[in-house]
């Protein structure tokens, strides 16, 4: 080939390969869900972490797929999220952690180190190295999730009356730690718990994990006074399931920060959260705070009549819905039997939904979120005996996608009907 025509015929192949890109079909989405032969369910349970949380908010995930496209800074990417989010909570400070677990700790380290990089190096070891070390519960309030404070190298110390509390502060005590969703079950109270932290100049946290709704959880404890406030975002914010946020006074947040990825000599080096999960919690709490929340609330209404309706009339049933106290507080139908009548326990009405098509994951009998253990049905062995027997299961509206609550009421009334010979 003569040297003119050779250049020509390459000048012609990388237009050729553009014309071809253009005109190309877009990937097809690979479903790896059904690929691997992952089970999926409709959720008539409420946000279990087990369960993978929730599901998240359109907009959610179409902010984590375009910044996905980008390098960003992750301290600037928190500094101007977690100004934003401080806004909406009412807060002095905020960051975006991965998890309401990994607050805690976070929180707790910020506490004990300050803004001084050499005692950040030396945690989990904070009493060898003259740092406080202790943190202050009541009984009633410390749950297996404080081990989060463990990860420091602090100990928990429980108590149960204000003489007990006052009895158990020393040099060595670093925080006061409360636990929202056993607020009921402790002797001191919120506002009494905040004010003994002033009077001994000790700081105060809560843990709200899942207690969304209601929204004003997000500010309630804020105003109120606490130091620290940790919550989860992949529960009913609807954000990244890895996520969650801790909010409270800009001192112990930039401390906090400190301690946090991207830095690399941490206790908490462990904690990366992405930019994508950060901004994405950033636009799922936006959301949620901007939501027509009664109007939200009518919706589970309607959707929980609706199953309550299908099965009420089954002779031998009995239906009732409730709105929790604390924790997430959604309404909430318990439907229980008379085991004459119908020859089923609630674990083998709860497999006969699972196993079924579709599959549907209903409550236990309404255990708190705390008790749950890894995997789909470990609990705490104190509580284990409930769930062998038990007449009863607990379903909730809340985490149902359009249309999901007449499957769940077509699914309930079918078994029960069957187990009644009716």
């Given at each position: 080939?003569?040297?003119r025509k050779l250049l020509k015929s390459l000048s012609v ?64 990417v928190q500094d101007k999220v977690g100004e934003k989010i ?337």
């Amino acid at each position: 080939m003569k040297r003119r025509k050779l250049l020509k015929s390459l000048s012609v192949l990388p237009l050729a390969g553009t014309i071809g890109t253009l005109h190309a079909a877009p990937p097809k989405k690979r479903d790896v869900i059904k690929e691997l032969g992952i089970r999926t369910f409709i959720n008539a349970a409420g946000t279990l972490t087990y369960m993978s949380g929730c599901i998240m908010d359109e907009e959610v995930v179409a902010t984590i797929e375009h910044t996905s496209g980008h390098f960003c800074m992750i301290d600037e990417v928190q500094d101007k999220v977690g100004e934003k989010i401080a806004q909406l909570v009412h807060s002095e400070a905020a960051m975006v952690t991965c998890g309401a677990f990994s607050a805690m700790t976070l929180g707790l380290a910020g506490v004990l180190t300050g803004n001084d990089v050499r005692k950040v190096e030396q945690l989990p070891h904070p009493a060898e190295n003259g740092m406080k070390s202790e943190v202050i519960c009541q009984k009633s309030h410390n749950e297996r999730y404080n081990h989060a404070f463990l990860n420091t190298g602090c100990r928990v110390i429980e108590v149960e009356t204000v003489e007990d509390l006052e009895n158990a502060i020393s040099e060595k005590t670093a925080l006061l730690h409360f636990l929202n969703i056993t607020a009921n079950q402790g002797k001191i109270k919120h506002e009494e718990w905040i004010a003994l932290g002033k009077k001994h100049n000790i700081p105060t946290s809560i843990d709200i994990a899942a207690d969304v709704p209601p929204v004003s959880n997000l500010w309630k404890f804020n105003n109120m006074g606490f130091d620290m406030v940790f919550i989860s975002g992949g529960k009913a914010i609807r954000g990244p399931q890895s996520a969650g946020i801790l909010m409270g006074k800009k001192n112990i947040i930039t401390a906090a920060r400190l301690n946090a990825p991207p830095r690399g000599f941490t206790v908490a080096r462990g904690h990366k959260v992405n930019k994508e999960e950060i901004l994405g919690m950033y636009v799922a709490l936006e959301k949620f705070v901007s939501a027509d929340h009664d109007k939200e609330w009518k919706m589970w209404e309607r959707k929980i009549a609706v199953i309550e309706n299908a099965v009420k009339s089954i002779p031998g049933i009995s239906t009732k819905i409730t709105i929790p106290e604390l924790g997430n507080i959604t309404p909430t139908l318990t439907v229980a039997w008379d085991d004459k009548l119908i020859r089923l326990t609630g674990r083998q009405l709860r497999d006969k939904l699972r196993f079924g098509n579709p599959s549907i994951e209903a409550g236990f009998s309404g255990l708190p979120l705390y008790h749950y253990q890894a995997g789909s049905d470990s609990v705490d062995p104190a509580v284990a005996e409930t769930l062998k027997g038990g007449n009863l299961i607990r379903l909730t509206a809340w985490m149902l996608q359009p249309g999901e609550e007449k499957i769940v009421a077509d699914r309930l009334k079918e078994e029960l009907t069957a187990a009644s010979g009716s």
